[in-house]
């Protein structure tokens, strides 16, 4: 079965500064998707960038990026110049390529602060 | 904006009581998912359906049920609700394939007392 983990519960970030979010998964499919979604305190989650594993090109939605590591099984999410608005809770999943279902599998999240 | 709604966003009920949480979203989305969220924790997929009058159980198990009459509308329901049924509940839809992201409603915060 796939496990995402998250291993940083919290993380704070200055505003405009450079944040990291981690994530690392297990799996044995060759292919796959990963996500970041984010849950602002309003609770309605969105997401923020989706990768393909059978692209090498790493994605990116405009001060969102990812560093997806298939070989060491790590998808990280950078934030750039970040903002208040960026204050959310963030949760890496993982959905199989193959199955009707289409189930995410979530990591337990990373809350992020942003100070002014 | 994502055009799917829950309803209602809080409920706090008396142990025993019969509840209904209701789903609905405008994209015409044939999939359809449950998740149950603990405060700090993971989503956990409870219920799915691929269609209309297509129902499955998902990872952990829930003593709720589903029903898929109309596309559009996905209600859970608690027969006798119990404090153990405190959480927070989020919908979700997407569309066939699997390259389709999930949307997500606001999410119901119930408490059972």
């Known amino acids: 079965a796939q496990t995402v983990t998250q291993s940083q519960p919290e993380m704070s970030v200055q505003e405009a500064e450079t944040v990291t979010l981690s994530c690392t998964y297990d799996?044995?499919?060759?292919?796959?998707?990963l996500f970041w979604y984010k849950q602002p305190p309003s609770r309605q989650m969105i997401l923020v960038i989706r990768?393909?594993?059978?692209?090498?090109q790493n994605a990116t939605e405009n001060r969102f990026s990812v560093n997806f590591q298939k070989a060491a099984k790590s998808f990280s999410l950078k934030i750039s110049d970040s903002q208040l608005g960026d204050a959310a809770m963030y949760f890496c999943?993982?959905?199989?390529?193959?199955?009707?279902?289409?189930?995410?599998?979530f990591g337990t999240g990373t809350l992020l602060a942003v100070q002014p | 904006e994502a055009d799917i709604y829950q309803t209602p966003r809080y409920l706090v009920i008396g142990t025993g009581k019969k509840i209904t949480l209701e789903c609905s979203q405008t994209m015409g989305h044939d999939k359809m998912y449950w998740y149950q969220q603990d405060p700090g924790m993971e989503l956990h997929l409870i219920h799915y359906?691929?269609?209309?009058?297509?129902?499955e159980k998902g990872d952990l198990s829930s003593e709720s049920t589903v029903s898929r009459i109309r596309t559009e509308h996905f209600p859970l329901t608690l027969e006798s609700a119990r404090p153990s049924h405190t959480s927070q509940y989020l919908c979700?839809?997407?569309?066939?394939?699997?390259?389709?992201?999930?949307?997500f409603g606001p999410g119901t915060r119930l408490t059972v007392t």
């Open positions: 999943a993982y959905r199989s390529l193959g199955g009707a279902t289409n189930k995410l599998i």
């Open positions: 799996t044995s499919e060759s292919d796959y998707y």
């Open positions: 990768q393909e594993a059978y692209k090498q």
């Open positions: 359906s691929y269609g209309v009058n297509s129902t």
């Open positions: 979700a839809s997407s569309a066939v394939g699997s390259s389709y992201e999930q949307y």
